[in-house]
């Protein structure tokens, strides 16, 4: 740690007796944390910490300032929502006087972005310890010689204690997110749930990075014996972060990445996985981090004699989580880069029931599926959820996508194009009948299709068309029951596979609606059909 004294000229005043703490480093801010009961300490040394009232993000309530540069730039609507230039202005005067008010504060210089050419300078200033180690964790540490010369390119306060005044700053309710891409700031107030932190950087990224040719993405990343990366596009649920963390590849990266020229690379330096009924069995690289010193629980159930996680208790939240640095992966890359990719696999959890365990994509169905964006909720995962209910987050992470999807959706495509790279749709949804009639795709049928898609088995096997979707599904793949490859195969009754085979169609069909015009025919033409078995 080292003493930080804004630069003249700063916004950032501070109290007399403010404690300032800059580039702190994992010990100092846990024992912060402790210090100033933000957290209690789990056995085997994780920081165990609550969230409140937000155990996730709150999409409604983030702006982004609506101006001469951004008017044209930005994809406005119900999730890029607009704010004017002058309640900006307003929100972020409250913020630095809030902040002068605070007895502590937190600083950390990190990058976003692990490819030198194509990152970022972020300076993040907190108020709580951990939201600072938190950081630390998610972001990537500058190297000694970077740190010498650093100069944040944009400026992150996250004030949980901050209530916004929906009529004075021009927002919803009392917590808010704004992004302003011109003054290179983002204030993020009345939430402690620190997802916020790290999804304003890649929002960040995903507005900077298109114009300079680079492909932004909500994706994991591994590489295999061979030097071959893959790329796991998917939602949360759908098995991105276990899925990617094999122990027979090298891991890249959990969840956001960037596609260059010349490489995949990480844009943390950290993960940030669901931990709720993790195991020791089914995923045992992800849950040995939850017994590590450095991991940050969020939401977690402790057992207040034996401080043991119970990660099987959903009673705070269902989103349970822990940020840890990826180093803690065994065989994570080092520099968190890998070559242009070879393989894409979109993740889906298929509650209906209807798609099968694998499919390979032409590049126009990989595009059309990539802004389609498609898994789907089950009962009891969110209030009013009572039957399987379909999800289409447009390049699997609308929420941090500021440019219109066509300009994603076309990088893609040319990208694919230019590397003849291999895609897949996966299902780890449901199988023989849709959530609470069927079951879940056992997730060692998952593996052992992915490894022969990836090692390439799956090459020279044969396949049939998909009569609903188009897409090549095989027929069989060793040790793999052929029943699973065939979904209709797996429902008793045949006829109501059909059914809700034609329902999601239609559900597809309706989203669809929306990009019709920005793609070409040949995208057009790669939209599933109802008239199957009609």
């Known amino acids: 740690m080292t003493a930080f004294v804004p630069e003249p000229g700063s916004r950032f005043f501070f109290k007399q007796r403010a404690q300032i703490s800059h580039n702190a480093n994992i010990p100092f801010l846990v024992e912060e944390a402790l210090r100033h009961q933000e957290g209690r300490l789990a056995a085997e040394g994780p920081l165990v910490v609550e969230t409140g009232v937000h155990t996730g993000r709150s999409p409604k309530d983030k702006f ?89 390119d944009y400026t992150i306060i996250a004030l949980p204690s901050f209530r916004a005044d929906p009529a004075r700053h021009g927002c ?52 295999g014996p061979k030097g071959d990366t893959a790329i796991f596009f998917g939602l949360s ?24 020229d010349t490489a995949v690379f990480n844009f943390e330096g950290g993960c940030y996985a669901k931990v709720i009924g993790l195991s020791a069995e089914a995923e045992p690289e992800i849950f040995a981090t939850t017994r590590r010193f450095g991991t940050v629980p969020e939401n977690v159930m402790m057992d207040p004699d034996t401080r043991t996680l119970d990660l099987d208790d959903a009673t705070l939240a269902e989103n349970t989580r822990a940020a840890y640095p990826i180093g803690f992966i065994p065989n ?37 599926h990539f802004l389609s964006g498609y898994t789907a909720k089950v009962a009891g995962t969110e209030v009013g959820v009572t039957e399987p209910e379909a999800t289409f987050s447009t390049c699997f992470g609308a929420p941090f996508m500021p440019r219109h999807p066509s300009v994603y959706g076309n990088l893609l495509k040319e990208r694919i194009a230019r590397g003849h790279v291999t895609c897949w749709l996966v299902n780890t949804g449901w199988t023989g009948g849709a959530y609470g009639t069927g079951s879940r795709m056992p997730i060692k049928v998952t593996r052992a299709l992915l490894n022969a898609a990836l090692s390439g088995d799956l090459t020279a096997a044969e396949y049939r ?35 809700a085979a034609r329902k999601l169609v239609d559900l597809f069909t309706g989203n669809f609606a929306q990009f019709e015009e920005f793609v070409d025919a040949g995208v057009r033409q790669a939209a599933p059909s109802g008239r199957a078995y009609a």
């Open 64 to 152: 982004i300032v609506r101006d001469r540069v951004s008017e044209e730039n930005v994809w406005w609507g119900a999730i890029n929502q607009p704010m004017s230039p002058d309640a900006f202005t307003q929100l972020e005067d409250d913020f630095l006087a809030h902040v002068t008010e605070l007895d502590r504060v937190y600083i950390q210089d990190l990058h976003g972005g692990s490819q030198p050419e194509h990152r970022i300078g972020v300076r993040v200033v907190t108020e709580l310890a951990w939201h600072s180690l938190f950081a630390r964790t998610m972001l990537v540490r500058p190297s000694p010689g970077d740190m010498a010369s650093f100069a944040p």
């Open 172 to 223: 919803r309710s009392g917590t808010v997110i704004a992004v302003d891409f011109n003054r290179k700031t983002v204030l993020i107030g009345g939430t402690a749930y620190a997802g916020e932190i790290k999804k304003a950087v890649f929002s960040i990224l995903n507005y900077e990075l298109p114009p300079t040719g680079v492909m932004p993405m909500h994706c994991s990343a591994n590489i």
């Open 237 to 260: 649920g759908t098995g991105k972060t276990t899925l990617s963390a094999d122990p027979g590849r090298t891991l890249i990266g959990d969840d956001e990445h960037g596609w260059s």
């Open 332 to 368: 994570a890359s080092r520099d968190n880069i890998g070559p242009v990719p070879r393989n894409i696999i979109m993740l889906t959890a298929d509650a209906f029931g209807v798609l099968p365990p694998i499919a390979r994509l032409t590049p126009a169905q990989a595009m059309y």
């Open 465 to 499: 068309r998909d009569p609903f979707f188009g897409f090549e599904v095989p027929i069989s793949a060793l040790g793999v029951d052929i029943a699973l490859l065939d979904p209709r195969s797996t429902w008793s009754d045949p006829e109501a596979y059909d059914a």
